[in-house]
């Protein structure tokens, strides 16, 4: 079966994080510009979000220009998912069990089989806690 894989940020993550990292990835980087989108949101509840994205080495922070980045470990997931799809063998129960031609993968072990296949020879291990992949069906055409 042809698939392709996609991601997302586990649920270890409360909802400023997953907010701020969709933000990043939509092209919005500068710091005050996204504290000023999460208002609602204290700047300390703000802060502490940032430093978790930061700290499991999801985002990077430029102290001197102010602006949020994708790490290059994740930029790297990104390329590789939005590029290529892989040819696998899915048991027949598994296939049952997806909801719209995608399987979520939340599994640690299978997740870090994922991004060493995504990325092999590169030691990204660390993020199989922190993502979340899902396998989606491609036919000939899509």
Same mark, same amino acid.
């Given at each position: ?16 994080? /997953? ?14 510009? =996204? ?6 949101? !204290? ?33 790297? =997931? /990104? ?5 290529? !799809? ?8 598994? /296939? ?42 491609? !036919?000939?055409?899509?």
């Amino acid at each position: 079966m042809k698939v392709k894989f996609d991601f997302t940020l586990s649920r270890r993550f409360g909802v400023v994080e /997953i907010t701020i990292f969709r933000l990043i990835l939509n092209g919005l980087t500068n710091a005050r510009q =996204i504290s000023n989108l999460l208002w609602v949101f !204290s700047e300390e509840v703000i802060a502490n979000s940032v430093r978790k994205l930061v700290n499991q080495q999801i985002v990077c922070a430029d102290l001197n220009s102010r602006t949020l980045v994708l790490s290059e470990p994740v930029m790297a =997931i /990104i390329d590789t998912c939005k590029n290529n !799809s892989f040819e696998i063998e899915i048991p027949e129960n598994l /296939i049952e069990l997806m909801s719209d031609g995608c399987l979520i993968i939340s599994e640690p072990k299978v997740k870090e089989a994922i991004i060493n296949q995504l990325l092999p020879g590169i030691k990204l291990g660390f993020l199989s806690n922190l993502l979340d992949f899902s396998i989606s069906e491609r !036919s000939e055409d899509n």
